[in-house]
């Protein structure tokens, strides 16, 4: 029998490799259901910026970067890079410790004129020791917060990586410690984005919270729509059924704000702060996978709508405001 077993075992793998992937409503859901299931789940104990649950969920992340790899996707380290993983040490003013933490950066090289940025953070707040006798923990899974946008990106990321949209090139972030202060975006911005060798960079897009759509009406939120001229023009009212709430800017508590203070426009795509943010009930149970699909299938229509030349930079009045957030989280 064994040989047969083997010879069953090849064609597997064989299948495994040359198979495309499917982008159909249905299996592009089961992904995103099977991603948020990991993402969400009580093992990861609420993936603690800079702690080794952050550092498991990023084993997650890039175990699917490459499984994408194995597929003959179009997705690469980032030029003059040979990991996805860019470790680094923060001081935590939450204990005073030096911890480590790590952004999960992948790049899809379209040969194209421009570059476009994506992110989301993929670290939430932990947990709490209820009786650790007992071993029971009160566990913030941050389904919403922000499993929701860490789903989304890994999805979009495998569309994009499949030469769809390849007018542009896109490097794909998940960010860590956002929780604790935007780590993960401002060490990107104040170390890689100086240097880093690809064609201009033109946008930046935040996932940040978009698993709760229809928890109180049907709406999603967009900021940044005033970052740049035409910005506005090209993000619709209406997506199907779902009104579009277009805000000119956001408040710096996420991580967009550093890319602004590079001059760097971007649309932020959120389903806003339900009752259950940063609370033990933000759990999986709550989330709204088809409004997750529902924000990437508009992410790839803007991205589709997008004319580069008529992307310009706009300063607007909050400018200041944020400039001063970031030099904040760059003291240390
Ligand atoms: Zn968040």
Redo the contacts with the bound molecule.
């Keep these: 029998m064994k040989p047969i077993i083997n010879l069953i075992l090849v064609l597997c793998i064989n299948i495994n490799l040359f198979s495309q992937i499917s982008f159909t409503n249905n299996d592009r859901q089961q992904r995103i259901i099977r991603d948020m299931k990991v993402l969400s789940h009580d093992t990861l104990m609420g993936r603690k910026s800079a702690s080794k649950y952050e550092w498991k969920a990023g084993n997650y992340i890039i175990n699917e970067l490459n499984k994408l790899k194995s597929h003959q996707s179009n997705i690469n380290f980032l030029p003059a890079y040979d990991t996805y993983r860019f470790a680094f040490t923060i001081k935590n003013y939450e204990n005073n410790n030096k911890d480590t933490t790590a952004d999960i950066i992948a790049y899809i090289d379209n040969n194209a004129p421009y570059t476009i940025i994506i992110g989301a953070?993929y670290d939430h707040v932990g947990y709490e020791i209820y009786d650790s006798t007992k071993g029971q923990y009160l566990i913030y899974n941050g389904a919403d917060?922000?499993a929701s946008g860490t789903v989304g990106l890994l999805e979009l990321t495998r569309h994009l990586s499949n030469k769809f949209l390849t007018n542009y090139n896109y490097i794909i972030c998940f960010w860590g410690s956002?929780?604790i202060g935007l780590y993960g975006s401002a060490y990107f911005c104040q170390k890689i984005l100086p240097n880093i060798n690809v064609p201009p960079i033109i946008l930046y897009i935040n996932y940040?919270?978009i698993g709760s759509l229809g928890y109180k009406k049907n709406i999603l939120t967009i900021y940044g729509t005033a970052t740049a001229n035409n910005l506005k023009d090209i993000v619709p009212n209406y997506y199907d059924s779902v009104k579009i709430n277009k805000l000119p800017t956001a408040f710096p508590f996420?991580d967009h704000t550093c890319f602004y203070a590079n001059n760097i426009p971007y649309l932020y795509f959120t389903t806003g702060l339900p009752k259950t943010y940063h609370t033990i009930k933000d759990e999986i149970n709550l989330i709204n996978f088809n409004g997750i699909l529902f924000t990437i299938k508009l992410t790839e229509h803007i991205l589709s709508q997008l004319n580069p030349q008529e992307l310009q930079f706009k300063k607007i009045k909050l400018h200041h405001y944020i400039h001063t957030g970031i030099a904040l989280y760059f003291k240390s």
């Design positions: 953070h917060d922000n956002e929780e940040d919270m996420s």
